[in-house]
């Protein structure tokens, strides 16, 4: 694979004009029970209090904005959160959108998208996640093929997330990776500003395709996933997202689903956050890895808090 660069702060601060305000100045906030829990002091960047719930719209307003010329439809795979964010952004802008969704996806994210104007299709999970019938859907269409992980903008307007902590001191910060774009967008920024910082990727050990790219410095595909971390479910990755990963990340965690469901329980218990399985992942790295982070300040993203109904019972009912 070639090698990559991480974007400028210049490509994040134009991504961050596009962005509607109402994804942007989430809050950042501590909590000593949380960090005496913890045994560092740990800073929760919560990106959950905005229409779709979840960081995925800085970066879909970012691409849609930077669409030129502005196509009529675009389509994408998604199992929930970036399809929300790119219907609300299409909406906007009247693009109509359709999203491939896995069967297994969350049904609230699956009326999400919908009820933000989206034309939402069930894909089986075994055709790319979709995304071969999305791209034969995009050529048939003339609709525009919109990939998570694929368009360095989206990358820019998660970017706007590290941006925002300006003025925060850390020694590593802990970002959960699904497609890429969140940990390569808050990476460049780092590398940039302050590249002493680590930027520790975290991967669902139930879909360790990225994991292993890499590793490898290549995509490699597995066969399937087996999450409850649905955001984090990726099984084929993007090959110009894993060179950016490489790029903007120095180590990556793996962490299973009982670790994330006890993390979401902590979050909720000591913070009063409420987190879905992929925004919880980042916290959960960091309780199982405690001997690595102990004494140190740390930062993670909450980064979504659409929680299906069975996850949302183990939480509340542990």
Do not use: Y
């Not at 959160?81 to 790119?86: H, M, V």
């Not at 299709?121 to 048939?140: F, N, V, Y």
């Not at 694929?150 to 959960?176: C, K, M, N, R």
């Amino acid at each position: 694979m070639d090698a990559q660069v991480p974007m400028t702060p210049q490509q994040i601060l134009a991504a961050r004009a596009a962005i509607d305000p109402v994804f942007l100045d989430s809050p950042a906030m501590r909590h000593g029970a949380l960090d005496e829990a913890l045994g560092c002091a740990c800073l929760l960047k919560v990106e959950t209090l905005n229409p779709i719930r979840s960081f995925k719209g800085r970066g879909t307003e970012a691409v849609v904005a930077a669409l030129d010329p502005r196509p009529d439809a675009v389509v994408a795979t998604s199992s929930g959160n970036f399809g929300q964010g790119l219907a609300r952004a299409a909406a906007r802008r009247g693009i109509a959108a359709t999203i491939l969704a896995p069967a297994w996806a969350n049904p609230l994210k699956l009326e999400a998208m919908r009820r933000l104007g989206a034309t939402v299709r069930l894909a089986d999970p075994e055709d790319g996640a979709g995304k071969d019938l999305a791209r034969r859907i995009a050529a048939e269409t003339g609709a525009l093929f919109v990939e998570d992980g694929g368009h360095p903008v989206i990358s820019a307007g998660a970017g706007t997330i590290a941006q925002e902590l300006a003025g925060h001191e850390f020694d590593d910060v802990i970002v959960q990776i699904g497609d890429g774009a969140l940990a390569t967008g808050i990476g460049s920024w780092f590398k940039g500003h302050a590249p002493d910082v680590r930027i520790v990727g975290v991967v669902a050990r139930g879909a360790p395709a990225m994991a292993q790219s890499f590793a490898a410095g290549r995509a490699i595909d597995t066969p399937g996933t087996d999450t409850i971390a649905d955001g984090m479910a990726i099984s084929r990755p993007v090959p110009s997202a894993v060179g950016q990963l490489r790029a903007c990340v120095d180590e990556i965690l793996l962490v299973d689903d009982g670790a994330i469901l006890d993390a979401a329980r902590l979050l909720l218990r000591t913070a009063g956050v409420l987190a879905e399985p992929s925004g919880a992942a980042g916290l959960a790295a960091v309780m199982t890895n405690q001997d690595r982070f102990a004494g140190r300040r740390v930062a993670t993203v909450i980064t979504g808090s659409n929680l299906d109904a069975t996850f949302q019972a183990r939480l509340l009912g542990g």
